[in-house]
């Protein structure tokens, strides 16, 4: 019998080490891949829990009229106040951070709170008082926190850059804006004759 000889002895051992090689390679790269893939993954559930939290704010972080009054002087409504509360679902809303944009006829005015600092950003201020606030949000912190709570937002129409008076059968548009980005569009409608009233329901 003949006896096998093996002119090579280490050439299976380099070869299953050149393997081990490019398998642990292997391993690797798929290690690599799939930690970024997680952290992708990771990045866009954020991404798309808080795009949609900020879309859940915008719908109902806002506030609700309750009722809008003018004040008539001159035969024109001279001034507007508003009562307002949170919509349903809505968390606090800030009144001082709240913009408006008022829009009649004669044209468009942007208003801010009266204390708010942007008052030289705007064409115009209101003010806010509180009506109903069980813990005295609205005075110390300028919050409403509670749908029981309501607030007055007052807008003097004869300030200087503000669009103007109303006349009987005017109409104006509100829109109420909160920092979240939460609106309320508010239609008004003058009573066709304001003659002896002191005030109307818009």
């Given at each position: 019998?003949?006896?096998?000889t093996?002119?090579?002895?280490?050439?299976?051992?380099?070869?299953?080490?050149?393997?081990?090689?490019?398998?642990?390679?292997?391993?690797?790269?798929?290690?690599?891949?799939?930690?970024?893939?997680?952290?992708?993954?990771?990045?866009?559930?954020?991404?798309?829990?808080?795009?949609?939290?900020?879309?859940?704010?915008?719908?109902?972080?806002?506030?609700?009229?309750?009722?809008?009054?003018?004040?008539?002087?001159?035969?024109?409504?001279?001034?507007?106040?508003?009562?307002?509360?949170?919509?349903?679902?809505?968390?606090?809303?800030d009144?001082?951070?709240?913009?408006?944009?008022?829009?009649?006829?004669?044209?468009?005015?942007?208003?801010?709170?009266?204390?708010?600092?942007?008052?030289g950003?705007?064409?115009?201020?209101?003010?806010?008082?509180?009506?109903r606030?069980?813990?005295?949000?609205?005075?110390?912190?300028?919050?409403?926190?509670?749908?029981?709570?309501?607030?007055i937002?007052?807008?003097?129409?004869?300030?200087?850059?503000?669009?103007?008076?109303?006349?009987?059968?005017?109409?104006?548009?509100?829109?109420?804006?909160?920092?979240?980005?939460?609106?309320?569009?508010?239609?008004?409608?003058?009573?066709?004759?304001?003659?002896?009233?002191?005030?109307?329901?818009?």
């Open positions: 019998m003949f006896e096998r093996n002119d090579k002895p280490n050439e299976r051992a380099q070869v299953g080490i050149g393997t081990l090689i490019v398998f642990i390679a292997m391993v690797l790269v798929a290690a690599i891949a799939a930690g970024v893939l997680i952290n992708t993954a990771g990045f866009l559930q954020s991404s798309a829990e808080e795009s949609g939290e900020q879309a859940a704010e915008q719908v109902t972080n806002r506030l609700v009229e309750v009722n809008t009054v003018g004040t008539v002087n001159n035969g024109q409504v001279e001034a507007v106040d508003i009562t307002a509360r949170l919509a349903p679902g809505s968390n606090d809303v009144l001082e951070g709240v913009t408006m944009q008022w829009v009649q006829a004669g044209g468009s005015s942007n208003l801010v709170a009266d204390g708010s600092g942007d008052e950003n705007a064409d115009g201020v209101f003010t806010f008082s509180e009506l606030d069980n813990d005295g949000s609205v005075g110390t912190d300028n919050t409403l926190n509670n749908r029981v709570d309501r607030a937002i007052s807008i003097d129409l004869t300030q200087t850059d503000v669009s103007s008076s109303m006349a009987g059968g005017e109409t104006a548009t509100l829109t109420i804006s909160t920092q979240s980005g939460g609106e309320t569009t508010i239609t008004l409608v003058v009573p066709d004759s304001l003659t002896e009233k002191s005030s109307v329901n818009l």
